[in-house]
């Protein structure tokens, strides 16, 4: 009797088996597996590329394609900066290479042309490829010939590309980089912006900003000592009228490589938080992120919601990378302000702590020192190291390329007038200090008591090699009163 019992009792499972079998719905084909199974049946598409900054457009597709990418290897000189050239071996052109955006189970027929007055082969390893050198193997081309493979997209993610001939850091480093985005079947949720950014080293014979054609320098590059590490290719390819756009509210991914070939990127946003991190280009998601690691070779997804205007400043945050070669770029919001998230600067006024001017009066009581020289240079000392030194440094020698020098500075000594006139207002836009061209902006100090800015400038001009008569306080007065401010 038992015996029978658990064959019923069985016989009864697989038929609720079977039938729910036949009541569930039919399981979605896997991507990878739908496009194996019926490759010749795949609609044929050519691929939307992406020239940084901006990235390719979104697949929008439900179903896999045969994508056809053409890529021309171009050999060409062009500015790494302001009076700097260097040739460059490029993907199309472009440093970066452009984005080439595909879906998950996507099959990707691959053409690499070699340009004919180019003097070196190249190829091309995908990190998205699943197969020998990332199809380096399949597309050694020479000067003049072309060559394709066809690959199957199996994962989701960011992934880099660059030329793998010998030597490869060579290639590398002389621009061959570039994304390829394999998204998700679903695809990535919608945002407003989407701009497409790579990192990339420059190892030049001369040091940053040294003019003319600068050479590869191997053996720079064996010591990993760039001369630049910039974005897309140039030194402030992203700043100024080139900086990228975006207006309060909107939501921005940005598409982030490391081509290296060297160095890892500490990736970061000045002035915002990333609300999303796709780690590494894949599919880990990590939230509220100040700075991110991107490894040489590797990638980052980031997005974020703009939520006050203003200039957020993009850089390495090994941060002498961005200020000093390069490593720099600029996001211009524009919108309205909102002053219960940024208030916008609230008090400027001068703290000196104990050289503050009553200290300074209760000082000069006990000793004498007023207006004799050597007083007024110790009461310019003290505002100088308050409000100047930060920028100029302690010992006045500036910092190259940023911020010049006061110390035997021949464009601060030239003229008394325009000294006191460059602290009441500022100063922006190019200037030249003992032969060295800077482009940077001072902010102005009309705060300062006319009294301050004549001791400062005293102490300036007296002060770091430089020998000048003092600057009293009635000087101050009227070049105050002919900017039309007040003493």
Not at 128 to 155: E, K, R
Not at 238 to 267: I, M, Q, W
Not at 270 to 282: A, C, L, M, N, S
Not at 414 to 428: F, M, N, Y
Request: aromatic fraction near 8%; hydrophobic fraction near 40%; include cysteine.
């Amino acid at each position: 009797m038992r015996g029978a019992l658990r064959v019923s009792a069985v016989v009864s499972c697989v038929s609720l088996l079977a039938a729910a079998a036949v009541a569930a719905p039919k399981a979605k084909p896997d991507a990878v597996a739908e496009a194996a199974a019926h490759p010749e049946r795949l609609p044929v598409l050519e691929a939307q590329l992406g020239i940084a900054p901006q990235a390719a457009p979104p697949v929008r597709r439900n179903h896999p394609a045969k994508v056809v990418v053409k890529l021309e290897v171009k050999e060409v000189t062009a500015e790494l900066a302001d009076l700097v050239q260097y040739t460059f071996w490029t993907f199309g052109g472009s440093v970066p290479g452009p984005m080439i955006r595909v879906r998950r189970g996507d099959l990707v027929e691959l053409h690499l042309m070699n340009d004919p007055n180019n003097a070196m082969p190249h190829n091309i390893d995908l990190h998205a490829v699943t197969g020998p050198g990332g199809g380096a193997a399949s597309t050694f081309t020479a000067p003049g010939h072309q060559t394709q493979f066809t690959f199957q997209a199996l994962h989701e993610g960011v992934y880099v590309y660059h030329c793998a001939v010998a030597p490869v850091g060579m290639h590398i480093a002389n621009g061959m980089y570039g994304l390829i985005a394999v998204e998700p079947e679903s695809g990535w949720p919608a945002v407003d912006r989407e701009y497409y950014v790579m990192q990339g080293e420059f190892y030049t014979r001369g040091d940053f900003h040294e003019p003319g054609l600068q050479p590869f320098d191997m053996r720079r590059a064996i010591h990993e000592d760039p001369a630049y590490v910039v974005f897309n290719g140039r030194d402030g390819a992203l700043v100024g009228d080139r900086a990228l756009p975006a207006k309060v509210g909107e939501t921005v991914r940005l598409f982030f490589g490391n081509g290296g070939p060297n160095l890892v990127s500490s990736f970061h946003v000045i002035g915002e938080i990333f609300d999303v991190v796709r780690v590494e280009g894949g599919r880990t998601e990590n939230r509220d992120v100040q700075t991110t690691a991107v490894p040489a070779g590797g990638s980052a997804v980031l997005e974020f919601r703009v939520e006050v205007p203003g200039t957020f400043v993009l850089v390495d945050h090994s941060i002498f990378r961005a200020f000093n070669k390069g490593a720099l770029a600029m996001l211009k919001v524009e919108g309205p302000a909102d002053k219960t998230i940024y208030s916008g600067q609230e008090v400027n006024e001068v703290y000196l702590g104990e050289k503050s001017e009553a200290a300074v009066k209760a000082v000069e009581a006990a000793t004498g020192t007023t207006d004799t020289l050597q007083g007024r240079v110790d009461r310019g000392k003290a505002v100088f190291q308050g409000i100047c030194s930060t920028c100029h440094q302690l010992e006045g020698q500036g910092l190259a390329s940023v911020f010049p020098p006061l110390a035997r500075s021949d464009f601060l000594m030239a003229d008394k007038e325009r000294s006191i006139g460059i602290v009441l207002q500022g100063l922006h836009g190019p200037v030249t200090v003992n032969g060295q061209s800077y482009n940077n902006v001072m902010p102005p100090f009309a705060n300062l008591s006319d009294r301050e800015v004549a001791d400062l400038l005293t102490f300036v001009r007296n002060s770091f090699g430089n020998r000048g008569e003092p600057v009293d306080v009635g000087e101050v007065a009227r070049v105050r009163a002919s900017l039309g401010g007040k003493p």
